[in-house]
Structure formats: C-alpha cells, structure tokens
C-alpha cells in the first residue's frame, strides 16, 4: 500500500492559490526527505520543490521559486505545497514523493532517487 497520498488540488484562476497537502501513513514520517512532481498532458514529470527531513533546507524550480513554498509538519505526518500566483503553465497533476534518508538538495529533482510516490492530484488553473 503507498504511504503518501495528495489532497488540495482543483480548478482556480489564473492568479489563485492553491494548497496542496501530501499525507503520510506510515511510521518516521521524520526520517523521509519529500518532493512534489508535476506532470502537464504530454509532457514528463518535472520537479516542483523539495524538503529534507527536518525541513530546514528546500529547492524549488526556477518557475514556481517565490510563488510556492513547501514545508512540513513531521508531527502531522504531512507535506504541504502552498501556491500562489498560480499561472496557467502551472496545469499539471501534481505528485508528492519520498525518500527514506536525506538527500542533498542539489539532487532533490532526481525523481529516481524517490522509493514513495502518491497517486496525484490535479491542479487546473484557467484565465
């Protein structure tokens, strides 16, 4: 059974925010390094932000670097991806992943390395 599982996702304007939320459902939530992936129609899944374990270091792709944030709640067993300014470019279903250990964040985009993926959720933004 996959431990991860997205939320949060829907349709919004162009400019909206969304908050997605990547739950956890397995033990040492705290020992995983996570990423979020995103995958337009046509298109391979490219990396959206990562977070080590503790959540004091992150890396985002250059596109959503500040408009997105992604952090952490290890008591909760949850990552979170707030967007903002949302563009239209940003349609995607976007994928949470994790990785037990830690990971340099020069290599957080490296979707190989990731031994968790959830199922996704779909992120439509309009004008």
């Known amino acids: 059974q996959v431990p991860l599982v997205e939320s949060g996702g829907g349709s919004v304007q162009a400019g909206g925010s969304l908050r997605l939320s990547c739950g956890f459902s397995g033990r040492t939530f705290s020992t995983y390094s996570v990423g979020w992936f995103r995958q337009a129609p046509g298109k391979d899944r490219e990396f959206v932000a990562g977070?080590?374990?503790?959540?004091?270091?992150?890396n985002y792709r250059d596109s959503v670097r500040g408009r997105f944030a992604i952090s952490r709640d290890n008591a909760g067993s949850t990552v979170y991806l707030q967007m903002n300014s949302l563009k239209t470019e940003d349609t995607a279903v976007y994928f949470c992943?994790?990785?037990?250990?830690?990971?340099?964040?020069?290599?957080?985009?490296?979707?190989?390395?990731?031994?968790?993926w959830g199922q996704g959720t779909q992120v439509t933004v309009s004008t």
């Open positions: 977070i080590s374990r503790s959540g004091d270091m992150t």
């Open positions: 992943a994790a990785v037990q250990g830690a990971i340099a964040t020069r290599v957080m985009g490296d979707r190989r390395l990731y031994q968790w």
